[in-house]
């Protein structure tokens, strides 16, 4: 009798709260459609036998170019997690995943699921549960979709409908399931074994060599054992697979992890530390980390090529260009001569690029976040391209002479190749202050694509950049139409000094916007200033002035005055200080009523343009003073976790991603949103505004 009745108020109970829970996702309308993977909850028996099982699973359903993540999510990601919401003699075991996808993004591995998947989870009815008992099952789901470009954590509420019955299984939901078990993986029947060799870890997988392999790849779900973007060997030494690939971490013990195999079956393993054998015969690693998209890549280089071509038409490289073409002038337009010049020039505008290339892919693979022109990040290095800016319109107004510029002097007589190549590389190396049509989603594309993919897409910009003097130097029908040697050449190259000069002013509006002005300028303009000083005292004794020691004078307080810019820049650089409190509607109101400016920024651990632009200019030390000096009240809203009341501010503002950036000036109703893509200039300017 008490269990009848007991039965019957836990189904009461357990009624009510499954009207609770569709009562909230009623009132979830809104978060439901904005969710980018849709999921839906179905069991295989709506009618679960008393001492017995059922299995139920979550179908998640992703928008278009949207993804969602394995249960380990790689660099970035991570799986899906459910508060169940239980009856009474219910039991949910954990979620099984379907065998997931690499996906490199940013340099980054993630583990991925970009089409329809389905998790499956088994649940356990108490033998005591009475026939006809309802057993409706719900929760609250929380996970991660991301695009390329953005991530956003979604939530809703699952649920289905269960009562104790007889277990049946209809056949259309036996067949239905059975599909989505055949894509989960299976286990191995024995242990693997792991071990580490100084930066490498290696793995020793128990598995038949009559064992189908198409592009293997092992997703590690174990933490703190594995770089997850470096390359994986694989190879055969008998019956085991041997796979080794970069360490990261200090795990320790029994590491779990999955193997992809052919044709999206895959096997999880349990690895235990032990010695494993040496390398044998080679396998073709996984094309999901190590393939590439052949018309991206295309598609990218043809871009960097025409790209490059058109960078020659702006103010910092056109200048160069227009000297190499009066170098051939000059000469006459020996044919000889002109090819090796144009093939030296060529060379060197290639080197350049790859070399800055290179750099980049180094620094991100090192873990940052840069792009091109990466160096203009840095004011020490744009103190660097402003003195080579000024330097170059100097020489072109004729305030001095260098072999590599103009066509005359030493390198002339041997040849021009010297002069050639030197000269590609400093176009190569000015053009990258510069932008271009078709060059951001060229250069964009080296995000996605691995090194060796990558390289040449940034050769391919200094080809581009080179082909007209290359065409000049290789066409003798373009030869023939540059005009004779004359006086005009003398009044072209001083004409030409102006886009440079306008360069220079550019660079210097750019490192007084990362400094803040102020002090802190004042060393690198008196470095700047004694670098023109020092090449005029070269320029005078290159005619005939014997003073040598004012160059010898001048050049020491230029390198005085370099060495104080490093000084005063890497000094500011230590004095960042924290950026400001933690977000809630509460902590606004008290922040706005103090009659100040307050900068609120939506941010998550998880977003990378969130933290460029924390780096690149929230955090500045001229940033940060001009906010001190204007009583900016900064709050940080951390969206890391998905945290409710950050959302609905969110959708406040008609988003559903971070980053966010609102300034609200004191007194205003509303707040400016400011743009995705910050700069100190920007922060400082609105600090300024009072």
Known sequence: MNLRYGGLATAMVRAALALLALASLAA???????????????????????????????????????????????????????????PEGVRVGDFRYPVPDALILFGMMNHVYEHPYALLADVHIDKDIAPGTDLTL????????????????????????????????????????????????????????????????????????????DAPHLFVETSDVVDYPAAQAFSR?????????????????????????????????????????????????????????????????????????????????????SLKALSLARSGGEGR????????????????ALLLGAALLALRAAGEEVGWAFQLQHPLSVLALLILAAAITLNLLGAFDLPSFGGGQALAAQGGAAGGFWTGALAAFVATPCSGPLLGAALGATLVLPAWAALPIFGGLGLGLALPFLAVGFVPALRARLPRPGAWMERFRKWMALPMGLTALALLWLLWRQLGGGAMLVWPLIAVTMAVVMLWHYGAMQRGDRRAWLLAASGLLFLGSFAGSVVEVARAERQVAGTGSSFSPEALAKARATGKPVFVYFTADWCLSCKANEAGAIERAAVQAAFARAGVVTLVADWTSGDPAITRTLADHGRNSVPLYLWYAPGAAAPDMLPQILTPGLLIERAGAR
């Open 138 to 213: 719900s929760g609250i789901a929380d996970w991660l979709a991301c695009t390329d470009k953005v991530c956003v954590p979604e939530r809703a509420v699952i649920s289905v409908a269960l009562k104790a019955g007889d277990g049946a299984v209809p056949a259309a939901s036996r067949t239905r399931f059975d599909g989505w078990r055949a894509r989960l993986p299976q286990p191995l029947d024995r242990p693997g074994r792991w071990e580490r060799q100084g930066e490498a870890v290696r793995f020793a997988i128990p598995l038949p060599r009559g064992t189908a392999l």
């Open 337 to 352: 001569a002109a090819k090796v010049e144009a093939l030296a020039y060529t060379a060197g505008a290639v080197a350049t």
């Open 28 to 86: 979830w309308p809104a978060r439901a459609a904005q969710t980018h993977i849709a999921p839906h909850l179905v069991a295989e028996s709506t009618a679960p036998a008393p001492g017995g099982a059922t299995t139920v699973a979550l179908t998640m359903t992703p928008a278009k170019g949207w993804h969602g993540y394995w249960v380990n999510g790689g660099d970035a990601g991570f799986g899906l997690k459910v508060e169940w919401n239980a």
């Open 237 to 321: 030494n008998g019956d085991e697979l041997i796979v080794e690939t970069k360490a990261k971490g200090t795990a320790e013990g029994p590491v779990d992890a999955l193997l992809k195999l052919a044709d999206g079956r895959g096997l999880t393993i349990r690895f235990d530390p032990g010695a494993v054998p040496a390398a044998g015969e080679r396998i073709a690693a996984s094309k999901g980390a190590q393939g590439i998209d052949g018309a991206l890549f295309w598609t990218a280089l043809a871009g960097a090529i025409i790209g490059g071509l058109i960078l020659n038409l702006m103010p910092c490289v056109f200048p160069i260009l």
